[in-house]
């Protein structure tokens, strides 16, 4: 079975990468496809293209897809344990593969303090996005590449605490694609990854009969890097 799993891809931005997305999403094979949050970015001003409503049919028309509601698209939270257009829509997804269990979420549950107030984050939002409209720059990735610089190990590891009981978890949120792997004192080993975003990256996650690959998106071909 193979899975994909995407996060991050911010529909209705205004740096998002529509022409890729859609094109990877038309040439991609696969059986299950997770969209791990911040699929649509409604906190922003966003602006439905013709890309966008053709990306949205796209996901529509696949037969089994999952959708993870992130905080930028919280207003479909509402539909969490349902079944809407068949998309499945939940918080979390679990499943076990070849003997691994695997858990995926959006992971904004991990960050706490004043820049996780949910009204605030709305109006920074906003704000955020007429400033990228009136200068034409790319606040989102100048963020990302800033967190990069300042991105500690130990932020991993708090995350990692939280799901010892799982072999592999999956998140997006922070739009820093990685991977860490580690091995525990009784040999299990134990696998973090983030798959980025469609913003500043164009990466995802591909999981084929329980082995998991993190991917970087190319028109022509992707390069890949996991285990």
């Known amino acids: 079975m193979k899975r994909i799993i995407i996060s991050d891809t911010h529909i209705g931005s205004s740096f998002y990468r529509s022409d890729e997305l859609l094109h990877f999403l038309h040439s991609q094979e696969f059986d299950q496809l997770i969209l791990a949050g911040d699929i649509i970015d409604f906190i922003k001003v966003p602006t439905f293209t013709q890309n966008c409503a053709e990306i949205l049919v796209e996901i529509a028309h696949r037969s089994n897809v999952i959708y993870i509601v992130g905080n930028h698209d919280e207003s479909l939270e509402q539909w969490v344990g349902t079944m809407q257009l068949g998309i499945k829509f939940v918080k979390k997804y679990e499943f076990e593969e070849e003997g691994r269990t695997f858990r995926i979420e959006h992971g ?101 009969d329980g082995r998991v690959r993190l991917r970087e998106y190319e028109q022509e071909d992707a390069c890949d890097a996991g285990y």
């Open 108 to 208: 904004d549950r991990f960050f706490t303090g004043f820049l996780s107030a949910t009204t605030f984050i709305k109006v920074l939002s906003v704000f955020q996005d007429l400033l990228e409209r009136w200068l034409g720059v790319d606040l989102t990735s100048w963020w990302v590449n800033r967190q990069i610089k300042k991105h500690k190990l130990r932020s991993i590891s708090k995350i990692l605490s939280v799901n010892e009981d799982v072999d592999v978890f999956i998140m997006g949120h922070t739009h820093i694609p990685e991977v860490v792997i580690w091995v525990q004192p009784d040999q299990t080993i134990k696998t973090y990854v983030n798959s980025g975003d469609w913003v500043t990256h164009m990466t995802y996650v591909e999981i084929t």
